[in-house]
């Protein structure tokens, strides 16, 4: 068979973790226990989002008044925080790609089982806020459901053998290490989607480990391909982002030849942190200068080890000067890679120009095109 990527262990069913997973549960914890830290004097460090994810509530709460000394029972402070999380699960977002993913393998009947250490009551609600994920699903577990949450890999295993399958017939999605921990100790095939930045390192008894939902590739698996990748890009509901250009790191033209006018992401966190890190493409409206092919990334650029999650567009035309402080409006309408780390500065420039050639490429499909006329595009003197 000639297929370019690896051909993975090959697996007729799909076991989904719900938070952190499918859903950006992250904002939601980092909200409630701020507010709720503060009424004890306490502040939030959101370190310890990293401590909870994969945890069952218990556990969590458990860590959470251990490691701020509260003089609260961990029962207290669960009965306390109950509430407050409840009135936050209408505000809970699906992650890039969830839609896609469920609705893709749905629709190839591809079997599918949702296994989250939340009670069933708590999973329950979390999907009704949200069209067809309910019905995707042929099985639904929830942690009050089994004997041990994960690492034990119980809940994935009665998943399992609510599918009538084998667990080696099983690829596990996660995002938590006690998660991957289950789904391996299961027997299953394990791809861990990281939620937290940067994190990536800790996840080596993954069978994969992958930036997004947008970068799972069902083939690997013997699963059904998507098919809505066109030109080696990928079509996303397209999103704004502008602002006065700033001084970035210096690097891109003189380090690399490849100048990119950086935004201030001041105000833009939280744009920022529903898009995955990674290479995506659009138009670039300039002040009064014009509209222009553009191709950018958004990240922590793993090559220079940024601490910060930045946005480097590179505007694919040759200007005759710089243009610090004009205004730049973009528009993102597809998705190209991930980001990745080399092992030269000339095969990081390779490859920065083969996504330049990929945009300048799609962005002649009338699927892109169309967006080029786009009123936000065009600044007024
Ligand atoms: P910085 O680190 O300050 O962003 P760069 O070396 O990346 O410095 O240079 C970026 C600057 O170069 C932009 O802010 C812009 O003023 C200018 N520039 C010139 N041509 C381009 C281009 N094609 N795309 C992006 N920026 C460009
Ligand atoms: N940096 C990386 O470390 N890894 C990448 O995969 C990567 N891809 C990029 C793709 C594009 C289209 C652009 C414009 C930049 C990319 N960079 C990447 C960031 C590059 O390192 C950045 O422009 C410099 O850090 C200059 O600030
Ligand atoms: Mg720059």
Redesign the pocket.
Known sequence: MSTARPLKKLVSCIILDLDGTLLNTDGIVSEVLKVYLGKYGKQWDGREVQKIAGKTPLEAASAVVEDYGLSCTTNELLSEITPLFSNQWCNIKALPGSYRLLKHLSGHRVPMALASNSPKENIETKLSFHQGWKESFSVIIGGDEVSLGKPSPEIFLEAAKRLNVEPSSCVVIEDSLPGVTAGKAAGMEVVAVPSIPKQSHLYTSADEVINSLLDLRPEMWGLPPFQDWIKDTLPIEPWHIGGPVVK??G??SKV?G?P?ANLSTEGYASLLSEHPSG?YFGWAGLSTRGVYKM???IGW????NNTEKTI?P?LLHDFDEDFYGEELRLIIVGYIRP????SSLES?IE??HE?GRIAEEALELPLYSKYKGDSYLKISA
């Open positions: 970035g790191f690097r891109g690399l490849i990119t290479v191709v950018m990334s650029n793993p090559y220079f480097e590179w980001e990745a780390n080399f990081l490859k920065i996504d």
